[in-house]
């Protein structure tokens, strides 16, 4: 064949533990069509965008010390005792609602053991545990453990060591480093001296710590790479050999054997070697068409449907089981929230457009959300509602360092004559009678996202729809 239509990747590695150290495994040269090249580098690039963007915000979060964003070490919890602000860039569309905790969970040693303290009832917090393909595979917290004092083993894929006293639940990740993300509620600024003092009880240690016994082995410290920038990742091909780094801590699952077998055709996989400098510039170009058309093609593809209320944010974050292996959700989860909660923790209505269907701008543009009398967000906890501006999808600087409106603030809002609250959502202030109901937009395109903490099930069932988000008419 043409040399155009030629790939060769010839690349050695290790049979797996169980199997002789002296025998290797060749992937052979294999020959595949340009065609089939793009058609596989699409699969393989929807399928690990997650993964790859995932790694950079650990890479910044718990490795990288001179990151702005980092937060802490591996195994350690880092409390932040603020919310987000504008100056907050690494992860898009973030929650402003609740002060976090952050910890990069390295599970290959030994388990650890989370604690939490008794909190008062009526103060919503949870731990959320996102794998690195970033599903949610469980949940900590006031909704599935209740507010109780209690002490959770967090364990990596391979542990089945015993379960010592004095364990509440068991908590396995299909991965070996994850994420584990508190959110603890905030009710009002003078609030945040207590939630400081419920964040600096939260503890963290080695199991062998919490039994008293001795640390196993030291296993090898990760040699992390350096990530990609959120724009590189869209068009380098560099992506791959940060994806094969992030694959070698995730066990292959079993429904996935088949997909990986596909995209070890073209070098990407847990012990394979990716480097862009030997394709060709015809398989360089074949790869990155994979790669436009990933964007091009299928994400703007899902992106009208949850623009047009087709799909929701319930139907993108959650387990494995849940998500059946849908990649192209997995992305969309990744690239509009990532770190998103399932659906039971947390649903997410999405305002991109107005009520007659056109894109939200409020360079010009003034909008307006009405809740009638007795028709506020159905929730367990709390509700909010939060500007971002595009494309970046941060939050927005404003002269009233205002990000959001939510449930605490319903005291302060103004009701309207019939009972019900309009929020006042443009860039200007509506005036001073209405301020304490406006939302700042930025001067330019922008989304809002509504926030349903332990919704109710009259939101989960869709009895409760989300109010139209109205263009003010002059």
Partial sequence: M?????LLFTVLIMFSCNQS???KETVESSE???DSITAITKEAYIYGFPMVDNYRIQYDYYEDSTSSEFKASW????NIARVFTPKDIAVQTPNSDTPYSWSGLDLRAEPIVLTFPEIESNRYYSVQFIDAYTFNFDYLGTRTSGNKAGSYLITGPDWNG???EGIDRVVKSETNLISAVYRTQLFDPEDIEKVKEIQATYKMEPLSSFINSQSPTDISKIDFINP?????QKTSLDFFRIMNFALQYCPVNPTEKALMERFAKIGIGTGLEFDVQKLSPEVQKAMQKGMHDAWAVDFAEIKKKIDGG???SGDLFGTRAYLKNDYLKRMAAAVLGIYGNSKEEAMYPFYAVDSDGNKLDATTNKYTLHFAEGELPPVNAFWSLTMYKLPESLLVENPINRYLLNSPMLPSFVKDKD???TLYIQNESPGKAKESNWLPAPKGPFVTIMRLYWAKEAALDGSWKRPALNLLKN
């Fill in 21 to 23: 150290k002296d025998k």
């Fill in 419 to 421: 009972g019900g609250i």
């Fill in 310 to 312: 087709e799909i929701t």
């Fill in 162 to 164: 015993e379960i010592p």
């Fill in 228 to 232: 990609l920038s959120p724009e590189e």
């Fill in 32 to 34: 595949l069509p340009l």
């Fill in 2 to 6: 043409k040399k155009a239509y030629t």
């Fill in 75 to 78: 195994n350690h919890l880092g």
